[in-house]
Structures are given as structure tokens and as C-alpha cells.
RNA sequence: CGGGGCGUAGCGCAGCCUGGUAGCGCAUCUGGUUUGGGACCAGAGGGUCGUAGGUUCAAAUCCUACCGCCCCGACCA
């Protein structure tokens, strides 16, 4: 794309209404557009980073065996009243009326929805597991949405539910879910930390927190060091695996706040590996088995008897992602963004002098810009006449991970090239290709 | 929902106390000179001052109501 010709409404002041620095940059950036309290727009720059976020966690998912399905935002009352959450759920949920005056609901989760589709379908336990997900937007009516994205009304987010005929088959779908997750989180770069977490209004007893380190992060957190060292590369979706995988976190102690014990995390973490910290919450999986299956009458034949299925809901904040990326990336006092190459909204950026009088460093970036285009690598040309310095700055902001200079020395065989915030290399422009499809 | 604050050009703000018909910086447009970390000169465009009502010869400014947004707290996959 050319600079001149995309719409990234770039800002040069902060606006005041933003605190936190994933909010501010991507107010600055043009990223997202406030619409109400805690509701966006997302333009273009803002959206593309979403969709790749989004492909990585739908790959990821693919990967264990989950199916992707898609549910309607828009919701009836009625299995609600089933499960005994209408009532539950209280002020966060959106409530709506049609013009028959039924009362429907805009979706904060999926449970009942997905339960309802699975009981009027999957009659055997020979169908069992099933694992099924969608990307979706969703709803919560927050007392005080803050923060842009981080902690808004309607946001985007995967939510993906198992089926199981027993407890030891619905931990397997769980642990597969967990490992799913370690992968996500680590293909955009992010280290986060399983924590044994609250089930809150969906219930159950056994969840966990994926959480991102960041002070400005709403989750408190208590963990031990050395669970950043675990290794999850050569689990697979085997059991004994998945098993030894869960044993290798549950050795240490990490917990959110409402599970946090003073005594037991000193007694299990010694002092200088405790880490007290707040953290933002990118995923969280749960297991409550018939909770839903139950009132709801969800239920499959197994040898004659009548079993209700076992179930676990596992989230993951897509929208949210975005700023949890920036909050972890972004340095604010040099204003540098670093985005993961594997979400970066281009891959590269082609960064020229240019002078209306003399066209040839225009035509020289063209070139450039065609052979990467060429190359399948996603481009941006700044073809605007902004100084040089201005466009560096500018480019530090957007943080785009690969920069071509093309300045008044700039020579016919070799350009400046460099990974954002680090020294250039001059290149030919084969190589440079080679390293940004090493990148990838 | 309790407490506080704010709504004036795309963004950041001044003007309001003491009423007299709207201004600054950045951004935008035109022309020119520039160019290695957010350049300079000259010119130009852009606002029913959140909305409605009231007081007044006259309201961005005073009064009333409403709406919206932000912050702290409580709440929260």
C-alpha cells in the first residue's frame, strides 16, 4: 500500500481519555475509533492486526481437533431460563426486546447456546469427544468500561466448548485446550502463565487463567519464577503428554488473587522466586461438567444408560489481544512499537527521502515496493513529501518489524535495511527478501 | 451505582470569574525553500461553543434541565 493513498488517520498528540499506553497508541495510530462507552470501530491498521491474531488462534485450534462453528450474537431468553443464568447473570448482561416483545439477550457467552445445538444433534456416545468453537463478537455491559479495548462492552473473542462421555476423557479435552493456548500465546510472541484460577458466573471447579505480565494489567497475580522456564515444545495431543506437561506447571505454585493463599505460597515458593505482580488475562479455560448438560437435559446413550456429557468452555480474548501485544511491545518513552512479526499489520516498510524536483528516489522506491509486492510481502511506501526525519519517527510508531531507508546517499545495488530499533545493514534486495520470509 | 471532573475546529488547549458576536499550537489545503530522527516562509479553509429551555438590547460566558465522555471506588469471562 501507499502511505498517501491508505486510511491510517495517524494523531501526533496523545488524546486525553487514554491512560494506559496499548489505548493511547492505538487512538494515535488510528487503530480503533471510539463509537460509545467501551464500543469501537476498528479501522484498517487496528483491524489488520486483529485478523492475524485471529488466524493464529483459529490454526491453533484447528490443530487440536476443534471445529469451528459460528452462533448468532443475538440470543432467545429462553435457555437461559433453562440453565438458571437469566436470573444469575445480573446487570452485565444486554437485554432486548423484539417486537413481539420476546425477550432476547446479546450473547456474553455462548454455554447455553452451544449446549442447546449439542443435545438436539449428538444422540451417541460414539460422537464423543466433540470440540467446538467460534470467533464471535460478544457483549458484557461493564459498570465502567476503561482502558480502550482492554476492558470494553463489546469485544471479540473466541470461545471454543468440549463434550466428553467422562471426567478422565473431558481433563483430556482440557489439556489439549492448554496446550492450544501455550502455542497461541507463544506464536505472537507472549509469554503467558497458566494460573489455577476462579470459575466465576460459569461455574465449575477447575480453571485457568493465561496471563500476560504488565503493570498496568487489572488481574493480581502470585507466581514462582521458574514457571517462565517450563517447556511445553514437544508436548503433543497424546495424553501422556498432555499429563506431564500439566505436572510440569502444577509443580509450581500460580494463582490469581481470589485463590491466593499467603501461607502456602510461602511455603511452597521460595523467596526470591516469588513474584507478586498484576497481569492482563488473555485466556481462560474452565471445566464444570454437567452444570449445563443437567438442567439443560444435554445428554448422550452409553451402553443403554442415559449420560449427561461432561463440558468445558475455554475463551480467548481476540480484541483484547491487540492492546495486551501493545502493552507488552510498545516502548513508550522512545516511542517504539514492536509489533511480532507474525501480527505486524505489514511486513515492511519502504521509508523514502522524496523531492517533488527530482522523482528519481520516488521511482527508486517504487521498484523496491513492486519486487517485495512481488514477493508476497505485505509493503508499506511512505510516498508523502514529510521530511525524512518525520516519516522515521512516524514508522518507529506504526512498528512495522522491517524498514528500507531509501535516503539521498542510497546507491542502485544495495539499500539500508533494518529490523525496527536496531542498526541497518546494506542489502541487495534478494537478501533482504530472504530474511523477511525467514521472519515469517 | 457512590464521589469527582470535563464537553469550544480532526487532536491538544485558551477564552467563561467580570455577557458585546470566537482564538492559539499541531493537523489539513496552495505555492516555494528544505530533508538522517516529528523542518521553515508566505497564503488559505475549517466552529449552529454537547442539546433544549430561560434571563438579557445582547449568551461560549449567567440560570435550569437533559445528554455524552473521562477519572477514583465498588463490580467484573
Partial sequence: MLFSKVFIPILKNDPTEAKIKSHKLMLRLGMIKQSSAGIYSWLPLGFKVMKKIEDIVREEQNRIGAQEILMPTIQSSEIWKESGR?????????????????????????????????????????????????????????????????????????????????????????????????????????????????????????????????????????????????????????????????????????????????????????????IKTKGIEVGHIFYFGDKYSKPMNASVDFNGKKEFVKMGSYGVGVSRLVGAIIEAKYDEKNEIMKWPTSVSPYDCSVIPLLNKNDKSNLEKSMKI????????????????????????KKFNLIGIPFQIIIGKKSDEETFEFKKIGEEPKKLKIEEIVKIIKNNK
Avoid at 455491559?141 to 470494553?152: A, H, Q, S, T, V
Avoid at 498496568?216 to 517450563?230: L, Q
Fill in 86 to 274: 437469566y436470573e444469575d447473570y445480573g446487570e452485565e448482561m444486554l437485554r432486548i426486546k423484539d417486537r413481539q416483545n420476546r425477550e432476547m439477550l446479546y450473547g456474553p457467552t455462548n454455554e447455553e447456546l452451544i449446549t442447546d445445538i449439542f443435545r438436539n444433534s449428538i444422540k451417541s456416545y460414539k460422537s464423543l469427544p466433540q470440540l467446538l468453537y467460534h470467533i464471535q463478537w460478544k457483549f458484557r455491559d461493564e459498570l465502567r468500561p476503561r482502558f480502550g479495548i482492554m476492558r470494553c462492552r463489546e469485544f471479540y473473542m473466541k470461545d471454543a466448548y468440549s463434550f466428553d462421555i467422562s471426567d478422565d476423557d473431558a481433563l483430556l479435552s482440557y489439556n489439549k485446550f492448554f496446550l492450544s493456548y501455550l502455542r497461541t500465546f507463544k506464536r505472537m510472541e507472549l509469554s503467558a502463565i497458566p494460573m489455577a484460577a476462579d470459575t466465576g458466573p460459569i461455574g465449575g471447579n477447575l480453571s485457568h487463567e493465561f496471563i500476560i505480565l504488565a503493570d498496568t494489567g487489572e488481574s493480581k497475580i502470585y507466581t514462582d519464577k521458574r514457571i517462565f522456564d517450563v517447556d511445553s515444545n514437544l508436548t503433543t495431543i497424546e495424553k501422556n503428554s498432555l499429563d506431564k506437561m500439566r505436572n510440569d506447571f502444577e509443580k509450581f505454585y500460580s494463582v490469581t488473587d481470589e485463590k491466593f493463599d499467603q501461607k502456602i505460597f510461602e511455603n511452597k515458593v521460595p523467596e526470591k522466586y516469588r
Fill in 369 to 392: 515496493y513492486n519486487f517485495l509486492k512481488n514477493n508476497k510481502i505485505d509493503t508499506i511506501l511512505d510516498d508523502t513529501y514529510e521530511s525524512i526525519s518525520a516519516k522515521m
